[in-house]
């Protein structure tokens, strides 16, 4: 997929932004989309200190070349925060094997409590490299958080490695200007080849005070179910 790993953008609450809503487990996100006709539904379970945050992301293509996505983020924290993510995806070059791809993403993060909304846009670039066991991820972006209410740069570059037919290992950075730049890495596993995976990551910021966090998932891809 995707679209805004993705992944910990609800860290917008603490005054710092990712730079999209990628696959899980990347928050940099890939340059590809959801297989055409078909779904994904990815989730997951994030704990940063006394924070914790449960998202819930379903995308479907219906067209061939437009991903879009509908979730729901829950976080705890000093109270429940109740947020709708709204995302769309599309690629002006599909990832090749050996290859490379290029695509764009825009959407926001709509809090239902009435504090506003968050907005972001970005490109991902991939590379496809060593028969396709080597992925590597960059993305260019912006984004405007309500709370701090400014425009702000953000970009990212990630790795995704197969180590075995069902193991893979990934990690990356990313950040925002005038924020130091966090880093994430992690594993997941096809359970059922190409349609169901679990993950894990670490994360956290390389300067500041902010606590590293903790996630485990769960992603879910449909085969093609309509004409």
């Keep these: 997929m995707s679209g ?29 989309v959801v297989e055409a006709k078909a779904c994904q539904v990815e989730t997951w379970w994030q704990r940063q200190r006394k924070r914790e945050e449960f998202w819930f992301q379903p995308a479907c293509n219906f067209t061939g070349n437009l991903e879009l996505s509908l979730g729901e983020v829950l976080v705890w924290e000093s109270g429940q925060d109740h947020s709708l993510l709204v995302q769309a995806k599309s690629l002006f070059k599909a990832l090749a094997d050996d290859g490379w791809g ?14 506003g ?13 060593a028969q396709d066991r080597l992925l590597v991820h960059v993305n260019v972006g912006w ?8 425009h702000q740069f953000t970009w990212g570059a990630g790795w995704d490695a197969a180590v075995t037919e069902h193991a893979h290992l990934v990690a990356e950075v990313f950040g925002q200007d ?42 879910w891809f449909s085969p093609p179910f309509w004409p």
Aim: aromatic share 12%; hydrophobic share 50%.
């Design 178 to 219: 005038l924020d130091p730049p966090g880093y994430q890495a992690g594993v997941y596993v096809w359970v059922i080849a190409d349609r169901l995976h679990l993950n894990a990551t670490y994360g956290g910021w390389i300067s500041g005070s902010h606590k590293p966090w903790v996630a485990i998932g769960v992603s």
């Design 4 to 32: 805004l790993a993705k992944a910990v953008l609800c860290l917008f609450g603490l005054g710092t932004a990712l730079p999209a809503f990628a696959a899980r487990p990347m928050i940099t996100d890939d340059a590809g």
């Design 143 to 150: 984004q405007h958080p309500q709370l701090i209410d400014r």
């Design 117 to 129: 909304a968050d907005f972001y846009a970005y490109v991902p670039v991939s590379l496809a490299l």
């Design 102 to 115: 290029i695509g764009w993403a825009a959407g926001g993060l709509v809090a239902l409590n009435g504090k």
